[in-house]
Structures are given as C-alpha cells and as structure tokens.
C-alpha cells in the first residue's frame, strides 16, 4: 500500500510556482522588477528563479518603477510576455502614468491595433505595523480604469492558478496580492483544474446574509462566518476574487436569497471598492433588500504604526460581525 | 475581440508601407525635401481645417521641425519601430504612415488610423510599427525601452527610434528610462527634438544645464547634437547614430536642435517668446535651406514646382480621403476597451 503525503504549500511557494510553471511553458514569459533575483523578491516570491531561468529571464530593475513598468508594456507590444513585479502597491504610484495612460488605453487609442499583454503583480495591504507609506490597499484605483483586469487572489489555489490566464488574456492583468497572505498554509492545489478569472466564488454557503469581500480580508470574514454561525446566523461569503471587470451576477444572485448584504474591503470608505459594490447592489437589488447595504472598511486615517491603533484602523472580525448584526437584527 | 474583428480593425488602415531607406550611405536629397513639404502643407492645411472648426481637440504643428523626422527616420526598415510624442503629424508621414487615413483621424473617421478614438495627438500604425502619439509628456519613453527589450531578448537587430521634446528631459521617465536602457544596453535611439520651449518654458528656465547632450552622456550613453534644421545635417548624424545602435551597442542619445515657426499648439498665444526670435529662426526654416541646396545640385525652379504640386494634390487626395469618411456607429463606443470587448 502507497499513501501520498500533501505536505502542503504556501501561498509564497504558490506565487512562485505559478511563476516557475509560466516560465517553463512559455519562453516569452519573465519576471521583472525590484530585487526580484539575488534577492528572490522583497517577499521571497520569487526566490530560486534566478537560478533557474537566469538573468535574462528574472531581470532586477533598478528602482525606477515608471520605466520598468513601462517596459514591461514596451516589451509586451513586442511579443513577450512580460511579469512585471513592483515590490508594493504603495510604489505603484510613480508608475500610475505608464498603468493608466498607456497600458490600459492603448487598445482603445489605437483604435484596436495594439494589445498589451502584459501582467503586473504587487503585494497591497495593511496589518503589519509597516505605517501609512507601506499599508495602502489602493486596488480599488486600478479596477476604476477601463482596459485593466484586476485580480484579487485570497487563497492559496487562486495565487497558485491566477497567473497563467492573465498571462494568455491580451490585454493588461494586474494581480494584488495581500502581503499578509504569503505564510498562509494550505493544501497544495490541483494544478490540473482551469482557473476562472472572470467570476467570483462563493467560499462558503448561508441563508440569513451575504458579505462580499475579497483578498486578505477572506481570512477574517470567514472567521466571523463561523463565529456567527455559532450564533445561528447564515452567512454567505462571496470572494470577489476579479475587481475589474465585477462580477454582478454571483453577487446579485446571492442577495437576492439572503436578502442582505455587508461589503468587507481593507480599502478607505470613501470612494473605495465597497462604495461600487454597494452601489451595484442598491441598483440592481434594492426591491430585495430587507436592510441598508452595511459596509466594514479602514478607518479614514493613514494607517498608524502603533499596533492597537492599526488594529482599530482595519477590518476585523468583529466588526464584521458586528455589521452582519447590524443587517440581520433589523427587521425588514 | 474576434479573429475577425481584429482582421477588419487591421484592413481599415491601409497597408502601404513606405519606410525605404535611402540606400547606402548617402542620402536622396529630393527625396527628403519632397517628404518635408508634404509635412509642411499637411500642417498648414491642418491649421485652416482647425480654423474652419473641421479639426478639434488639440492640435501640434511639426512647422519648422521637418528636418528631424525626415532626417533621422530615412535611415529606418520596415521591421523597426517608432514612439512619437503627441506632435507626431510629422513623425508621422515621415515614417510612412499613410496621409488620407491621417487626416481622417484628425476629423474622427471610422477611416482614420485609429477610427478616431485618438486623434491629432495619438496617431498609432502597426503596419509600419509606429507606437503613438503619446500626450504625457516623457510616457513615450518607458514604452520605446521595452520595445527594444523584446528585440533583445528575442535577438531580433532592430531599432526603435523614441521621439521626445526637451522637456521631457525634466521628467524622471527620461532618467529613468535613459539609465534602464544604458545598464541593459538595448537598441534605443534617444531623439530628442530640442525646440527650445516646454510649452512655454524656455529651456534655460527649466534645466540647471543646458546642454542635452551632456546630461544623456552622464548615463555613459553616447551623445551629441545636431543642426535640426538642416535635414541633411540630421541625416547625417542620424545615420552615425542608428548604425551605432543598431550594432548592438546599446542605446545613443542624439539632440536635434530644432525650433517650431508656429505655437506649441492651437490654443497658445504665444506670447513667450519675440517676434524676432522666430523671424531670426524663420531664415534657417529647413524648406528654405534645402531648396538651396537643391538649386545647387542642379535640381531647377521646375522640379521644385512638380514636387509641391504632387504634394498639393496628394494632400487634397488625403483631405477628400477623410471627407468621404463615416462616423463609427455609437453603438461601437465600448469596443477596443478589452480584446473580446467585454466591458463592465
């Protein structure tokens, strides 16, 4: 008799992986960016690769975020398929011309004749006593952009299976990834299955509401799912999984059976995810609605160092099941 | 989008594909005068259809750059490529991109090289590898850098020409790529078309130092200058400049010096800089130095007439070209925003 031990994996080795697997089926496919060689990444992602692929594959960028993000849209239009890798989403800012103003409208300006097929990952997030320059979680930014898909892996089968369709779409992939996320365990995934990247997922089933979320919030609204299950209460937790473009249908589908609603997004309040999701339920789903449409979101603060204030400035569990109270205890 | 989406988009711009370069080591001076007068009246019939309200948006006229196009890209093939800033007519048809579906961009035609989604300022053609007509100003430049990385990479000898105006030398996207592509050593040729004023900002009143060329050389980039309205003075140093990039080198920062006859655009006063600074420039207009030339090759009053009424009759054809045009059908509005044009 044989037995198979899952040793598991991380969600770090899953990224990594993903990458490796790209690599060795396509040789137009490399990784550019930021320490990303003989450092194996500001996160260890991509730690190995240099050795396997060598310098021309897993290219260290000075730290010129504009022009390696450009180039990487540069060097798609030439055929390759690029991995461009800018160590934080709080960098991606001095990148924001290249994203906006070339990769995302190009097709369109062109009037269909270039694509860009480039793919641009970066950890976002909050949570890690790193204060306000390195806690952004500004995906939000990017799934405002027409011409850009916005991926949002939260577990470790999705980190390992996003890349490989965003590096087969045409057009401009960009993969958030919740730096608290890479030590995450789990089972290694079946890599032989095809990963969606054009739905969100139900990750677990109820009755009574649904909360929509997406990356390293998952983790937390799932614990508040079983805390208020212990309650009676059934909550249905959608991944959003894509930010851009959303998927409507998952989410209205489920709300139209629970008839309630809370959107958990690590993002400010004010003009973030949670306010288009929000307002996508309202337009579509207001006559199913048995309570206001609740919202769990960062405090509206530059996210401080200290632990107990970083703490009371993000989502947590509780305060999801605080809002889920909210939703269900008021009667409709 | 569909395969066959994608092949009509493609069919929509014509396939006429004139990037010969002058062959051998010499230039073709009627040639390259004959391409500076079509960018001359193209232009100027730009601006009367701009008055005439025909042309909107904003429009930048090459008047008094032709040289440097002209000059610098007769030394390109078919399987190089080109990034151009948002005053790219000239870049443009200097390049070979046809002026009928040019002009029809300029009055939003289905027929115009991008089925007027860009207009005067983003003129793309990938027949002739012509990469836009970017309106950021230095956002061309990362662009050119990863072009020629893929060439790199793909070990493809060829060159990709970045057009960029001296004020894009004060952005970092000039630092930044200028360095990426030196430490690399990638096929770039660093155009920059010096004309003096960043809109309306003299040069010396926007960088510490005012020689180009030796900001470019700080990135250990080979460097010089040219006379930009000399168009066989550019040609020259053009030629010196792609050879040297194309033999794989790593990139050349070249500076024409250059200035516009006309404001930075149609909107501009132009109340920055004297009358007689332009008339003063205005005696070295390139058109002028060239017919001079020309006369003393030999090359008549006559020959001369022939060539501005061939380019007269072809920039009518091009005007008649974007008249006879249509108008995308609005229920096409969200196409292109995503290859299978899904749109959310």
């Known amino acids: ?332 | 989008m569909s395969a066959a989406r994608r092949t009509a988009v493609r069919a929509a711009a014509p396939e006429r594909v004139d990037v010969g370069r002058s062959a051998g080591a010499a230039p073709d001076p009627v040639t390259l005068y004959r391409r500076m007068v079509l960018i001359r009246r193209f232009e100027e019939r730009c601006a009367e259809l701009y008055s005439a309200g025909t042309i909107r948006g904003f429009l930048h006229l090459y008047i008094g750059e032709e040289a440097v196009a002209v000059g610098v890209l007769d030394h390109l093939g078919p399987d190089d490529a080109v990034v151009a800033t948002y005053r790219d007519h000239g870049q443009a048809l200097a390049r070979g991109v046809p002026a009928g579906p040019i002009m029809a961009e300029m009055f939003g035609r289905l027929e115009g090289v991008c089925r007027g989604r860009g207009g005067s300022m983003h003129l793309f053609h990938a027949p002739t590898r012509f990469f836009g007509g970017n309106g950021i100003v230095g956002g061309g430049l990362p662009l050119a850098v990863g072009l020629a990385l893929a060439d790199h990479m793909q070990g493809r000898e060829r060159v990709t020409v970045c057009f960029f105006g001296e004020g894009a030398m004060a952005e970092g996207e000039f630092h930044e790529s200028i360095n990426l592509a030196a430490l690399w050593k990638l096929p770039v040729l660093f155009l920059c078309e010096n004309n003096l004023y960043a809109m309306g900002t003299a040069l010396d009143r926007s960088e510490s130092e005012t020689n180009l060329a030796v900001k470019a050389a700080s990135y250990e980039v080979p460097a010089w200058s040219c006379d930009g309205m000399d168009v066989l003075a550019v040609w020259e140093a053009a030629h010196r400049a792609v050879e040297l990039v194309r033999s794989g080198g790593g990139p050349v920062f070249l500076e024409a010096k250059t200035y516009r006859f006309r404001a930075h655009s149609m909107y501009d006063p132009d109340r920055y800089r004297s009358k007689e600074e332009i008339e003063h420039w205005r005696e070295r207009d390139p058109l002028l130095l060239m017919r001079a030339r020309l006369a003393a090759d030999g090359v008549d009053a006559a020959a001369q007439d022939r060539i501005e009424e061939e380019v007269a009759a072809e920039i009518d054809a091009a005007v008649a070209f974007a008249e006879a045009g249509t108008d995308e059908p609005v229920e096409s509005l969200l196409a292109f925003v995503t290859s299978d044009e899904v749109t959310s």
Not at chain 1, 105 to 112: C, D, P, Q, R
Not at chain 1, 227 to 244: M, P, Y
């Open chain 1, 1 to 332: 008799m044989t037995t198979t031990v899952d040793t598991g994996t991380t969600y770090r080795e899953a990224v990594r992986e993903a990458m490796r697997d790209a690599m060795r089926r396509d040789e137009r496919v490399f990784l550019m960016g930021e320490d990303v060689g003989r450092y194996g990444g500001g996160f260890g992602v991509s730690l190995g690769l240099l050795e396997e692929f060598g310098e021309e594959r897993v290219r260290d960028a000075p730290l010129s975020e504009s022009a390696f993000v450009g180039a990487g849209i540069g060097a798609a239009l030439g055929g390759m398929r690029p991995i461009v890798e800018v160590m934080t989403v709080n960098f991606v800012m001095l990148a924001l011309d290249q994203i906006v103003n070339t990769a995302a409208a190009l097709l369109h300006m062109s009037g269909g004749q270039f694509a860009v097929p480039v793919v641009i990952r970066m950890t976002t997030g909050g949570g890690r006593q790193l204060a306000a320059q390195h806690s952004h979680s500004l995906e939000n930014w990017f799934a405002h952009v027409p011409g850009l898909r916005v991926l949002a892996p939260a577990t470790i089968a999705d980190a390992r299976g996003m890349l490989w369709p965003a590096l087969l779409d045409p057009d401009p992939v960009i993969i958030v990834e919740h730096g608290s996320l890479y030590n995450a365990k789990g089972p290694a995934p079946d890599t032989s299955l095809a990963v969606d990247i054009s739905r969100a997922a139900v990750r677990r089933t109820g009755d009574d509401v649904t909360v929509v979320t997406h990356g390293g919030s998952l983790g937390l609204v799932e614990e508040a799912a079983e805390r208020l299950a212990a309650d009676g209460i059934g909550v249905e937790v959608i991944d959003l999984r894509v930010l851009r473009p959303l998927d409507d249908a998952t989410v209205n589908e489920s709300v139209r059976r629970t008839h309630r609603a809370v959107v958990v997004d690590e993002g400010w309040r004010t003009g973030g995810l949670s306010a288009e999701v929000a307002a996508r339920i309202a337009e579509t789903c207001f006559y199913d609605l048995d309570a206001p449409v609740g919202r769990v979101c960062a405090a509206e603060v530059p996210i401080p160092y200290a632990r107990h204030l970083e703490e009371a400035a993000l989502p947590s569990a509780a305060r999801v099941v605080a809002a889920v109270h909210e939703a269900v205890d008021r009667r409709g």
